[in-house]
């Protein structure tokens, strides 16, 4: 789609220009490079509204990301894959078994692989199960983020994205990895998802207290130490 790809191509070079400037405090990032130190790779789990984040944030990596098949979809697909990500074309709605079948392949190649868990259209901050189940099928663990800035424009999309401003700082926190055991069944996987979705609410409060804690030092007059 000539639109789509002329979307992706005045998009790379705004989102890098706004993300570059971003001053970043950043927990949990550790979790990420253990699993890969033991030898798999993370299935990466972030809200929608965050999507701007995110790519930035993980670029150069060669995530494989699920992507709609739909408009949307493809525009940010393309945007993506020029931050070096690759993509799986699929939904839950439609397309999504296909694309399952080419992440576990590509996990398996020892590829880490990426869910926005409340897409492609919501509820916003609903976890939908694709990311539990990728895991039960490779063994790789779920590994949940979030991240916040402290100024930015919010789009009048489903998801409320979150565009940061230019030299906002925000906040990335990464949450302790979710095991879900291979073959699981669904009542299984039905509890490992509400623990995902839990756990992403939990980093999003986290990320807001990382800002203002570190607002409040940057706030805070300088104290000499007594003699």
């Not at 970043?24 to 550790?30: D, N, R």
């Not at 868990?117 to 590994?143: E, H, I, K, Y």
């Not at 700082?169 to 990464?174: K, L």
């Amino acid at each position: 789609m000539a639109s789509a790809a002329a979307i992706a191509a005045v998009g790379k070079p705004v989102v890098a220009s706004l993300c570059s400037t971003i001053r970043w405090t950043v927990e949990g990032l550790p979790h990420y490079d253990a699993i890969q130190a033991a030898g798999r790779q993370p299935v990466m789990a972030f809200w929608h509204g965050r999507i701007v984040h995110a790519t930035w944030f993980f670029r150069r990596r060669g995530i494989v990301v699920m992507i709609s098949e739909n408009f949307d979809g493809e525009w940010i697909g393309r945007l993506i894959e020029k931050f070096g990500y690759r993509t799986a074309r699929g939904s839950t709605s439609r397309g999504g078994a296909r694309a399952l079948v080419r992440m576990r392949r590509l996990a398996a190649d020892g590829a880490p692989t990426g869910f926005a868990v409340d897409g492609p259209r919501g509820p916003a901050r609903s976890v939908q199960p694709g990311a539990v189940w990728l895991a039960s099928l490779t063994g790789n663990p779920v590994l949940p983020f979030h991240s916040e800035a402290d100024r930015f424009w919010t789009a009048r999309s489903w998801d409320g994205t979150q565009v940061p401003k230019p030299f906002a700082r925000a906040a990335m926190v990464v949450g302790e990895p979710i095991e879900v055991p291979r073959g699981a069944g669904p009542d299984l996987i039905e509890r490992k998802r509400l623990e995902l979705e839990r756990s992403l609410h939990g980093l999003a409060a986290r990320a807001r207290a990382v800002l203002l804690g570190a607002a409040e030092r940057r706030e805070s007059p300088h104290q000499e130490s007594a003699p």
